[in-house]
């Protein structure tokens, strides 16, 4: 054996040990009469194409190991020696596969290509019913969204979406309803607006065409007391369009305001000695107030906030019963003044108070005493323009009262 054993040889080749049938594994300390035994146990079948049929391991004197041999005539083999220290002590002979017919490869191109089509086509239906659901879940409200501000911008304020979604879609839909609601009694006020304008010029305007027309066809003579009911009725009109220029700057945000240091206490005094006459005439009682502090200093518009504290005692003055009484509080603190005008009754409905600040409007009956229903809104825009804030809540007196918030050092606003 050329010191050198078998044995030994196939436990130092493990792929060689591969090679081996699994019924020819040898047991633990087989002998060399295991491998040359004449009836070795037989190998299970396999396929002639299988890898242990084509390979065969000879001994150096060329006599086959393994019960299969590769004859020579078999078909195109393939043999390697295997050495031990530059020393051949074995070959290994193995026949190549033989080539597979044109039609074998055709026919597995084909599976593949069939394969490979059916599952692109799958994919394809999968990405479509993909496509699909998202239309419906995001394209569709899109759609309907842009179908709706469309609408909206040709006038149709009462369109509507069904926002059921609690996305930001369903958000951006319901923002559009409320668009929508806004736009309509924006556009509804609008036309109240125009309506109740035309009604207060009017009425002016039909005073003065009778007064005139009266003077011109010789039904009234042309004297002082004529001139003085038509110079009243111009001066009636003419603080209407007045009152309609202040709040139209208003809404523009070009309230002119100069502010200027001032006394609060004595501004709010030089006001009420204008209503004192005409309270006492009316048989009211007008109250004053005032802090402790002998002057309140402020930074304020005099001429709007005089304005202001006007229309306001002008409004309670107006729809005041007599006996009543008209009361004006001032009162100081750190950063602010607060203005309370309370009068007695009549007063007005809880659900008119977050109304009585719209221009022209006026409420019941019982405050609907003349006047041109601006006050209130241009009280609301002079206390808009020195950055403060009025409210209007029944009044422990039993009518209204009116609180007003105005910073200690008004800006420009």
Known sequence: ???????????????????????MAPPPHADLAYWFSPNPPPPPPHGVESFRERVAIFTHDGKPFMEND???????????????????VATVRMLQLKPVPDEVESRFLTSQYWGIASVAAAL?????????????????????????????????FDIRLNPVRSDEIG???????AMAHSLAQLDGTRRQWMADI????????????????????????????????LREEVLRLSAL?????????????????????????????????????????????LRFESPKESSLLVRWDARRVGQLLGNLLDNSLRYTDAPGQVVLKLEPHANHVGIDINDSAPGVAESDLTRVFEPLFRADAARSRGGSGLGLAICQAIVQA????????????????????????????
Not at 70 to 88: D, L, T
């Open 1 to 23: 054996m050329m010191g050198w054993d078998l044995r030994e040889l196939l436990y130092q080749f493990p792929r060689t040990q591969d090679l081996l049938p699994d019924r």
């Open 70 to 88: 590769v004859p020579m005539g078999a078909g195109p083999r393939i043999e390697r020696p295997v050495r031990i220290q530059s020393e051949v």
């Open 124 to 156: 394809l239906m999968l990405a479509l019913m993909g496509a699909w659901w998202v239309a419906g879940r995001w394209v569709r409200p899109l759609l309907a969204v842009q179908l709706a501000t469309k609408r909206i911008a040709q006038g149709e």
């Open 171 to 177: 958000d951006v839909m319901r923002n559009v309803n």
């Open 198 to 229: 035309s009604h207060e010029l009017r009425t002016p305007l039909a005073v003065l065409r009778g007064e005139i027309e009266a003077i011109v066809d010789g039904v009234r003579p042309l004297k002082p007391e004529a001139m003085l009911s």
């Open 241 to 285: 369009v007045d009152d309609l220029h202040l709040l139209a700057m208003s809404d523009l945000k070009a309230l002119p305001c100069y502010f200027e240091e001032l006394d609060a206490i004595e501004l709010a005094r030089m006001v009420l000695q204008r209503f004192e006459l005409r309270a006492a005439q009316l048989g009211l009682t």
């Open 386 to 413: 020195h950055g403060g804030c009025i409210t209007a809540t029944p009044c422990a007196l039993g009518g209204l009262s009116i609180h007003i918030e105005l910073p200690v050092q008004a800006e420009d606003h």
